[in-house]
């Protein structure tokens, strides 16, 4: 809200994509008079959505990662700012890391040069000034939201691909059943880093509103 009131704007939509999914819900549950559109790509649910089995299809190293968040900032803070210390000095070495877990469409994807470039210059301005950033949306992510997902009353698109680890599809299958007149889109033979492709017809659709 903060942002918007700088730029002088009384309303507008919001797109978030993966962590940013969350926030741009957040968004739209709590500042309605603001917000005429949201969507949220490859996005999580709540922690707690009962339901749910948060977990379930997650791949390996998130599971061990969202684990060690769960257990509390004790014990995944230094290993978050180590992280990241080394991400923002090379981040190939993100990408590099994730490659192995990643499905055949997703490795295709971080393997094109514009995507591999853009991937790149976000993860390093990401950490640019250390880890804070993202402990604070880890803790989020796993903690209380502050809302309830249902209370959404704005026009709202989720798109998924169906074979994401990274953030499992039934996260937006869920969410879909919660949000009223929510449209999922799901994408069979897409997973995590297809939301890429779709960014910019989301984009226009919310900014359609």
């Given at each position: ?62 599971v061990r990662e969202y684990t060690d968040v769960e257990r509390g900032e ?41 995507i591999r470039r853009m991937l790149l210059a976000t993860y390093q301005e ?55 007149g929510a449209d999922l889109y799901l994408e069979p033979g897409a997973a ?18």
């Open positions: 809200m903060a942002i918007a009131d700088a730029f002088g704007l009384d309303g507008f939509a919001v797109l978030g994509r993966s962590g940013g999914g969350p926030h741009a819900l957040a968004c739209a549950a709590l500042l309605p008079e603001r917000v005429a559109r949201v969507a949220a790509l490859v996005s999580l649910a709540p922690r707690h959505a009962e339901g749910l089995d948060w977990y379930g299809g997650m791949t390996a190293s998130n004790e014990h995944f803070a230094d290993t978050f700012r180590f992280r990241s210390g080394l991400i923002r000095d090379d981040p190939h070495a993100l990408i590099n890391d994730l490659v192995p877990e990643l499905p055949p469409t997703d490795r295709a994807l971080v393997s094109d040069a514009g990401a950490f640019r000034h250390g880890a804070d950033g993202w402990i604070d949306d880890v803790l989020a992510f796993t903690g209380p939201w502050g809302f309830e997902v249902s209370s959404i009353r704005v026009p709202t698109r989720l798109w998924h691909g169906a074979d994401d680890q990274f953030s499992p599809v039934d996260h937006s299958r869920w969410l879909a059943d919660q949000i009223p995590h880093f297809g939301a890429l492709k779709v960014m910019t017809e989301a984009l226009q659709w919310a900014a359609a509103g």
